[in-house]
């Protein structure tokens, strides 16, 4: 752990002489992705903010325009202006960047583009293909279906993440199986199937994480899934917390800008807390262990999501049932994408998305969150405290939802 994060530090003291030697340059060109592109109104002027990434400088950042988002293509060339105020902070995350467009750029032809818009013309309705295309490719979700995605409390089921990646490898590995047990069986009956199949179905993984443009939480599912893959290979146990530390730390190494990537830290504190309930309750029953999960990951992490998003609304409550459909809805509905009739479903998607609810908004105390942290760290130690945990969480969680009753 030590010499991980000497590494860490390392890397922190050269991005910073990076950040010192972009933030004093005058201008940059370079060619950007752009990532969203949305018009925003003040009173009666508009401009376009840019939600953009530069795969030369491996920036984050936004930017603003007078061209109209539905001109904006794909990827454009810009001329930057760093200022001398940024912090390293918004260097590492996202900052806001004074630019010019220099040109817009003709769209490239890509397989990705080729497969959104065979997506896009197997749906009419706009919102229903923007949710597909997320889920299937990590592309961002426009305002109102995000605001309504986060109504009904499901945005671990849009975002890419260990969730999805844990169904297509069950499904690869039931694909894959019979077909190299044919082989194996005939030609070579020495070799252990869950190894070769394992490893198969990892390289598949590792070209769809490229190929969705590597998102932070995917990449630490993927990462896990790896060097889990490995540990299970030598004989060393994989459901530890030693194991998902050194993942976060060599990951952090590896990418040391995750450091300011909320949905890293969401995606890795979702999976501490399946790890908390694995070590006490990993005996009982499969399907009952599948339920104290779906209920108890959503209920422990209320207050982690609520010290940064306030919205409260009692849709959320179908959070836990959405997940567990999500395990047979996902992969079919790939099915049916590529058979060219991913409109099937599209009636009861509209239905949910429609569905209205009050709404109300509470942000908890940073002090509060610490210290909800510090207990969750604790549980580990003692199965006491776990259920002092749970008992905490669900007094949150009561006050969350008892208003739109009481």
């Given at each position: 752990?030590?010499?991980?994060?000497?590494?860490?530090?390392?890397?922190?003291?050269?991005?910073?002489?990076?950040?010192?030697?972009?933030?004093?340059?005058?201008?940059?060109?370079?060619?950007?992705?752009?990532?969203?592109?949305?018009?925003?109104?003040?009173?009666?002027?508009?401009?376009?903010?840019?939600?953009?990434?530069?795969?030369?400088?491996?920036?984050?950042?936004?930017?603003?325009?007078?061209?109209?988002?539905?001109?904006?293509?794909?990827?454009?060339?810009?001329?930057?202006?760093?200022?001398?105020?940024?912090?390293?902070?918004?260097?590492?995350?996202?900052?806001?960047?004074?630019?010019?467009?220099?040109?817009?750029?003709?769209?490239?032809e890509s397989m990705k583009n080729k497969l959104l818009l065979r997506v896009e013309k197997q749906h009419e309705n706009r919102m229903i293909s923007n949710f597909y295309k997320a889920i299937f490719f990590a592309t961002p979700l426009e305002k109102s279906l995000r605001t309504q995605v986060a109504s009904?409390?499901?945005?671990?089921?849009?975002?890419?993440?260990?969730?999805?990646?844990?169904?297509?490898?069950?499904?690869?590995?039931?694909?894959?199986?019979?077909?190299?047990?044919?082989?194996?069986?005939?030609?070579?009956?020495?070799?252990?199937?869950?190894?070769?199949?394992?490893?198969?179905?990892?390289?598949?993984?590792?070209?769809?994480?490229?190929?969705?443009?590597?998102?932070?939480?995917?990449?630490?599912?993927?990462?896990?899934?790896?060097?889990?893959?490995?540990?299970?290979?030598?004989?060393?146990?994989?459901?530890?917390?030693?194991?998902?530390?050194?993942?976060?730390?060599?990951?952090?190494?590896?990418?040391?800008?995750?450091?300011?990537?909320?949905?890293?830290?969401?995606?890795?504190?979702?999976?501490?807390?399946?790890?908390?309930?694995?070590?006490?309750?990993?005996?009982?029953?499969?399907?009952?262990?599948?339920?104290?999960?779906?209920?108890?990951?959503?209920?422990?992490?209320?207050?982690?999501?609520?010290?940064?998003?306030?919205?409260?609304?009692?849709?959320?409550?179908?959070?836990?049932?959405?997940?567990?459909?999500?395990?047979?809805?996902?992969?079919?509905?790939?099915?049916?994408?590529?058979?060219?009739?991913?409109?099937?479903?599209?009636?009861?998607?509209?239905?949910?998305?429609?569905?209205?609810?009050?709404?109300?908004?509470?942000?908890?105390?940073?002090?509060?969150?610490?210290?909800?942290?510090?207990?969750?760290?604790?549980?580990?130690?003692?199965?006491?405290?776990?259920?002092?945990?749970?008992?905490?969480?669900?007094?949150?969680?009561?006050?969350?939802?008892?208003?739109?009753?009481?």
């Open positions: 752990m030590l010499f991980l994060l000497t590494l860490l530090a390392l890397r922190l003291f050269i991005l910073h002489g990076e950040y010192e030697a972009f933030k004093n340059k005058p201008f940059f060109f370079t060619e950007v992705n752009v990532i969203q592109a949305y018009e925003k109104w003040n009173d009666d002027e508009y401009h376009t903010i840019l939600k953009l990434y530069s795969p030369i400088l491996d920036i984050n950042f936004f930017s603003r325009t007078k061209i109209r988002a539905k001109e904006i293509p794909s990827q454009i060339r810009l001329k930057l202006y760093p200022q001398k105020e940024m912090r390293f902070s918004e260097y590492l995350g996202t900052s806001f960047i004074y630019s010019h467009i220099n040109s817009l750029l003709e769209p490239r009904l409390g499901v945005s671990h089921l849009i975002a890419l993440s260990g969730f999805h990646l844990a169904i297509l490898s069950t499904l690869l590995f039931f694909l894959l199986r019979p077909f190299y047990r044919f082989f194996q069986q005939r030609y070579f009956p020495y070799r252990f199937d869950l190894f070769d199949v394992g490893f198969m179905v990892l390289v598949i993984l590792a070209w769809y994480v490229w190929f969705v443009d590597a998102p932070p939480s995917l990449i630490r599912s993927y990462m896990m899934m790896f060097v889990g893959w490995l540990l299970l290979v030598w004989g060393i146990e994989l459901i530890s917390f030693t194991f998902l530390i050194t993942i976060v730390l060599l990951l952090l190494v590896i990418f040391p800008k995750m450091l300011l990537s909320l949905a890293f830290w969401f995606s890795v504190i979702g999976v501490f807390y399946i790890f908390l309930l694995l070590q006490y309750f990993s005996h009982l029953n499969k399907y009952l262990m599948t339920l104290i999960i779906s209920f108890g990951i959503f209920i422990l992490m209320l207050p982690i999501v609520h010290l940064i998003f306030p919205l409260v609304s009692p849709l959320q409550l179908l959070s836990p049932f959405l997940s567990m459909i999500f395990g047979i809805f996902y992969p079919l509905s790939m099915g049916l994408h590529l058979l060219g009739m991913g409109g099937l479903s599209d009636g009861l998607l509209l239905t949910l998305f429609s569905i209205k609810s009050g709404e109300s908004y509470l942000l908890i105390n940073l002090w509060y969150g610490i210290a909800y942290l510090i207990l969750s760290i604790m549980a580990i130690f003692y199965k006491r405290l776990l259920y002092v945990l749970f008992l905490v969480a669900f007094l949150f969680f009561v006050e969350l939802f008892m208003g739109f009753w009481v």
